[in-house]
């Protein structure tokens, strides 16, 4: 799967796509890949604070739970409930219906300091090597 | 020695086939100050027959011979030898935790069929596979609370046994919950409006067991209204899991916590025993705990697995819904023979037979001046009495006779300081009520 | 199928529906006798909370179909009493039958908690028994058989670490934890109302000297270790980790899950250990029966005696064993009615047998594993060469390299006829293989047992698809896991 160039990349594996001031967040590719298949998404509520760094989330599979931290500060306007039907999305999509959540960004400019696609797809390489080692 | 299938030269072959000459050098790892040169100060070793032997003399040395009115959490019913002859088996009895599923589906399938008749027992959609006791799955249920109100504040029947109470204070005062208690009513049931004027959007359990400690049935309807309007769950105890045969299913619960003893397993001077904890469907998330769930395998054969186990210690380690790694699966496992082989028509019959004999008690006693049944609220097998003296002193007389007295409520109840536990199950018969009861009267007539 | 499985064959197994499916209304299983008193009627006794209609949905069976269920189920049950597990800090040993007939005597399973003091003597008396025995094994001072499973030891350990701490002006704040522990040590830390710090284990698999000392500060409670370590090696330097420890006034707290190496050959009270819990279920032989139920006793030196859980077994003046319940510095209950008596019974029972000669059973352990372990050096792939005791820990490295990981490995090894061994545990051993065989495994189990994980091996490389597919032959093969947890099936509907 290849990595959306508008989309910004943080090395915890999340993904922020900012359209206007509304921030949508999700997890990659690799990251779905490494957690395999999910089975349960914890989402924060409406209106619920995120601030940078910390955790907002969490993505379940089976036998293990993976916190999500956030890549920037802002308000949830939005959460996918459709994943506590469909969890799956993250795996199949995860870069577009497996979206977590919609954010309005306190401090846009945050995204400045996160990979783009390009550096994230080498990151990601680098951490293929490390593992087959 | 029997245990140990090795003979003197396999050991032998074992320890060349390492590359060393003697056992001593496996243990060179451990600084040689702390080995032991000598051999532990122990018992033993005793053959099959001193073993049974030992036991035998500490069985001749217990209550043989003796008939009890004790109830208070722990009760004496029927058990079949068809329970023991399966729990026996070795498949059942020495297998491990059904971790790998495809060679434990008896044990995965047992508890799924325990679950099952754990919702159909207490009125719930959904059942785990037991926690140690019903003292622990009560505290349990509690801190289950704290987790989906958020808040950390419980009312506590006074009701509710005594040592269930311990045990939620000596956890509470680790995990910053308050615990404070709500009186009884002359009825012998929850004072309701004390509970509605301590209800406040701070609390996240009202805990009432029902039939209570003093055997009293209480209305959940109007305690679960109060603790719902103040966004409280209701947390419903029960200690003698029988009465749920004839008395209506707390339905009205969020969270029932269950002893299930009386399904099975004998007293056992206090263990194991099996709690449960039931709830709805939308709390299962917060339920500790394991869960056993069906499932398909490649081939489409129907299955079950241990499943949400993110939810428990081996993967969430800090941040499990609990610290619980065992359950009681031999006991749930006795359970759900033992309810197998009762049914539905058999268990029914187990539980009016006993709130026959209780009543038969009651009755009786009642015959005798200055006796007062104290709580006029409906009971199962377990009702309070008062005696016009000291119930420790007719206690006493009674074990002349044999008899093993009812609980003494004063200790734990100052308030109630003539006042006795009486508990009457299927297995005492009419001939030893009625002993008990003349043994009561005799010792009510004696001079002062 | 593969000519080098010897210890199992394929049988025919039956299927077998839920006891719910075979309900008819009108069958029963079991009779009481009469009713000697007069009937009750149950709407005027119960009135509003009369249960008029019974329980919607239980069962109704006869007697034989009851025992034909359950005994088919049985058979889909892997067993000690079938063939060795190889489960590390497991110990799955031998639960010996007499156990289970002294548990079930009259007078030892029919007491009642809250029975006369001097009806139960028998009882008290199997209890001091038992905690005289344990004490002397574990070289300490104080005991509670309260706790009713390993993990509520541990909870009571860490809440007489804190009464102490209380007591002595300061609950401190942390409690420090190897990364190579059981999920529970942290899971209780959190409990107890302690925060949890790591502490990384050195290239030994070994707490690390150096760091400890830099971690140990006075807003230390205590550190939980394993020893042997979940690795199977002995932490060489626990004397001087309790002197690290016992500077700062903090203690030290022993997960003693991993006992079977040591008992009879050495005392976690000697080594300076302050508290520790035994799994009775493990190094006790009492039946896992599936999971549970266990029991795990606590052990402490004099210092914590104070804090010990409610009652407190004592001697009268007459001699005579009595329940104490007036200690005010205790932390209270855990659990209702004492400890987990029929659990305790079997465990005293096991100790008897044995008596002294209970360091042959840890001596045996220890070289079995050792055993085993030379035999597959060099087959697997060996993380911490230190020497074993009771358990070693191989990784799926050298399978790695064919796409054959740890799980498919134990899959694997189910149709050889064995339970598989722990796997990815612990932690800090990427693809784990954690193997104990117990004392209870012969000469012959034990080479079966190598014999089975060196045919895996040579699969692994040269038919790897038999081994990622596995297992073969069981009435059920892999489970979808994921349909289960994504939309739970909990009970049965009719």
């Not at chain 3, 499985?5 to 309900?23: C, D, P, V």
């Not at chain 3, 203690?251 to 799994?279: C, E, F, K, S």
Request: some cysteine; glycine content about 8%; charged content about 20%.
């Amino acid at each position: 799967m290849s990595y959306p160039t508008q989309f910004r990349y943080t090395k915890e594996h999340e993904w922020i796509d900012l359209k206007g001031d509304v921030a949508t967040i999700g997890i990659t590719d690799y990251a779905q890949h490494e957690l395999g298949d999910v089975v349960f998404v914890e989402l924060p509520a409406v209106g619920a604070t995120l601030t940078t760094g910390k955790t907002f989330s969490s993505v379940e599979s089976v036998k293990a739970v993976s916190e999500i931290y956030a890549p920037a500060s802002g308000q949830v306007v939005e959460a996918n409930t459709e994943l506590q039907n469909k969890p799956e999305s993250i795996n199949t999509d995860p870069h577009g219906a497996g979206w977590l959540v919609k954010v309005k960004l306190s401090n846009p400019a945050e995204l400045n300091s996160l990979m783009d696609a390009k550096a994230y797809e080498a990151y990601i390489e680098e951490k293929k090597k490390e593992a087959s080692a | 020695m029997r245990y140990l299938p090795k003979s003197p030269a396999e050991r032998q072959q074992m320890l060349t086939a390492i590359g060393v000459k003697s056992v001593e050098e496996l243990f060179t790892s451990i600084p040689e100050r702390y080995r032991l040169k000598q051999p532990l100060h122990l018992p033993g070793p005793m053959s099959e027959a001193e073993v049974i032997g030992y036991f035998q003399e500490r069985a001749a040395e217990n209550s043989a011979g003796y008939t009890s009115f004790l109830g208070a959490g722990v009760y004496s019913h029927l058990r079949s030898v068809v329970t023991d002859a399966l729990l026996q088996r070795g498949e059942f009895l020495t297998s491990y935790t059904p971790y790998q599923a495809e060679i434990t589906q008896g044990t995965l399938q047992a508890i799924f069929e325990f679950q099952t008749l754990m919702c159909q027992l207490t009125g719930q959609e959904v059942a785990n596979a037991s926690m140690y006791d019903g003292s622990t799955a009560t505290t349990e249920a509690v801190l289950m609370a704290e987790r989906v109100t958020g808040r950390s504040r419980v009312l506590v029947a006074r009701s509710l046994h005594p040592e269930y109470r311990d045990v939620l204070r000596t956890y509470a005062k680790n995990s910053g919950l308050t615990v404070e208690e709500i009186h009884y009513t002359a009825s012998g049931t929850l004072d309701v409006a004390a509970l509605k004027s301590s209800l406040r959007d701070d609390v996240c359990a009202v805990v009432v067991q029902s039939p209570n400690f003093f055997g009293a049935i209480e209305n959940l309807g109007t305690v679960a209204e109060a603790a719902h309007a103040a966004g409280a769950l209701l947390v419903v105890a029960v200690t003698e899991a029988l009465s749920l045969a004839v008395v209506k299913a707390p339905a009205e619960a969020d969270i029932v916590a269950l002893e299930g003893q009386s399904l099975g397993l004998p007293p056992s001077y206090g263990g194991p025993f099996v709690g449960v904890i039931a709830s709805r469907e939308k709390f299962v998330r917060q339920m500790p705990g394991r869960l056993a769930g069906q499932t398909t395998d490649q081939d489409g054969r129907r299955g079950f697995v241990l499943t949400l186990a993110t939810r428990e210690q081996h993967i969430r380690r800090e941040k499990a819904t609990s610290n619980i790694c065992t359950n009681q699966a031999l006991c749930a496992l006795a359970a759900t023979i033992h309810l197998s082989l009762l049914g539905k028509e058999g268990i029914r019959e187990m539980a009016e037979q006993n709130v026959a004999k209780a009543r038969f008690a009651l009755n009786e006693l009642e015959k005798i001046p200055g006796v007062n049944r104290t709580f006029p609220a409906p009971f199962f097998n377990e009702f309070t009495v008062e005696f016009p003296r000291s119930v420790k002193m007719v206690n006493a007389e009674l074990l002349k006779s044999r008899i093993i007295g009812p609980y003494v409520l004063g200790p734990a109840y100052p308030e109630l300081t003539k006042h006795a536990l009486v508990c009457v199950t299927e297995t005492t018969t009419r001939a030893q009520i009625e002993h008990f009861v003349a043994g009561v009267r005799a010792a009510l007539d004696q001079p002062l | 199928m593969n000519d080098r499985i010897k210890k199992a064959t394929r049988h025919t197994n039956q299927n077998e529906g839920l006891i719910f499916e075979k309900s008819s209304p009108g069958k029963r299983a079991f009779d009481l006798a009469a009713l000697d008193v007069p009937p009750a009627n149950m709407g005027k006794e119960l009135g509003e909370f009369h249960r008029a209609n019974g329980i919607q949905d239980f069962p109704e069976v006869s007697e034989i179909e009851v025992i034909r269920h359950f005994t088919r189920l049985s058979t889909w049950n892997y067993a000690i009493d079938l063939g060795m597990y190889p489960l590390g800090s497991c110990t799955m040993k031998y639960n010996p039958r007499v156990n289970e007939h002294v548990a079930r005597l009259a007078g030892i399973a029919t007491e009642h908690p809250y029975q006369p003091q001097h009806l139960s003597q028998g009882c008290l008396k199997v209890l001091s028994l038992l905690e005289k025995c344990l004490l002397e094994i574990t070289g300490m001072d104080a005991i509670t058989l309260q706790p009713a499973a390993g993990a509520q030891g541990e909870l009571v350990g860490l809440l007489l670490i804190r009464a102490y701490h209380q007591k002595n002006g300061n609950p401190r704040k942390k409690v420090l934890i190897p990364d190579s522990a059981h999920g529970t040590n942290p899971a209780t830390a959190v409990i107890a109302g302690y925060e949890v710090e790591n502490i990384k284990s050195n290239a030994d698999g070994q707490v690390d000297i150096a760091t400890l000392r830099e971690k140990v500060t006075e807003d230390v409670a205590a550190l939980m270790l394993t020893n042997p370590s979940t690795l199977g090696i002995f932490e060489q330097q626990i004397p001087e980790i309790a002197g690290i420890l016992h500077a700062k006034g903090a203690l030290l707290y022993m997960d003693g899950a991993n006992m079977n190496a040591l008992a009879g050959i050495t005392r976690p009270g000697d080594l300076g250990v302050d508290v520790m819990h035994l799994n009775l279920h493990k190094t006790f032989s009492t039946p896992h029966g599936g999971g549970g139920p266990g029991a795990g006793p606590v052990a402490m030196k004099k210092a914590l005696e104070p804090f010990l859980p409610l009652p407190v077994l004592a001697q009268k003046a007459d001699g005579t064993l009595a329940l104490d319940f007036n200690r005010k510095d205790s932390i209270g209950k855990v659990k209702a009615f004492g400890g987990n008596f029929g659990v305790l019974v079997r465990a005293l029972a096991y100790i008897l047998a044995y008596g002294p000669g209970v360091r042959q059973a840890t001596e045996d352990a220890v070289t079995n594993a050792n055993y085993i372990r030379k035999q597959l050096e060099g087959v697997f792939d060996l993380p911490y060469t230190r020497p074993s005791m009771h358990e070693v820990v191989f990784s799926d490295a050298i399978q790695k390299k064919h796409g054959v990981n740890t799980m498919d490995i134990a899959k694997r090894l189910i149709d050889y006829g064995f339970h598989p061994y722990t796997t990815a545990f612990p932690l800090i051993v990427p693809g784990a293989l954690m193997i104990e065989p117990t004392e209870s495994e012969s000469k012959e189990e034990c080479d079966f047992f190598v014999d089975a994980m060196k045919s895996i091996a040579e699969e692994a490389e040269q038919t790897p698809e038999i081994v990622k597919t596995a297992p073969h032959t069981t009435r059920i093969r892999r489970l979808d896991e994921v349909a289960a947890a994504r939309k739970p099936i909990l009970r049965w509907k009719p």
